[in-house]
């Protein structure tokens, strides 16, 4: 994610044993600004969470996690927990 909000995809092709090799020389943007949340993290197969600051968990899924490609499972976040700053 950019200063400006934008989520980037480049995904990391050599997970053993972290060598620097990436799918693409230049990352793709896949999400346009607005994705300005306290914290953001990867689950697997696409799968992005994030906290907002009112404390919501939200899920979202990359369908094109393998290719770039600004492919999405819903056009929007869908908040799946609340009151996760509590923690």
Avoid: C
């Amino acid at each position: 994610v950019d200063v400006e909000g934008r989520l980037w995809w480049n995904r990391h092709v050599v997970q053993a044993d972290g060598t620097n090799a990436l799918a693409s020389a230049s990352p793709k943007m896949i999400g346009a600004p607005g994705w300005y949340f306290r914290h953001l993290f990867a689950g697997s197969h696409g799968v992005i969470y994030a906290l907002n600051d009112d404390g919501e968990l939200l899920y979202s899924r990359h369908l094109g996690w393998q290719t770039g490609a600004d492919e999405w499972m819903s056009p929007k976040a869908i908040v799946i927990a609340t009151k996760w700053l509590l923690y």
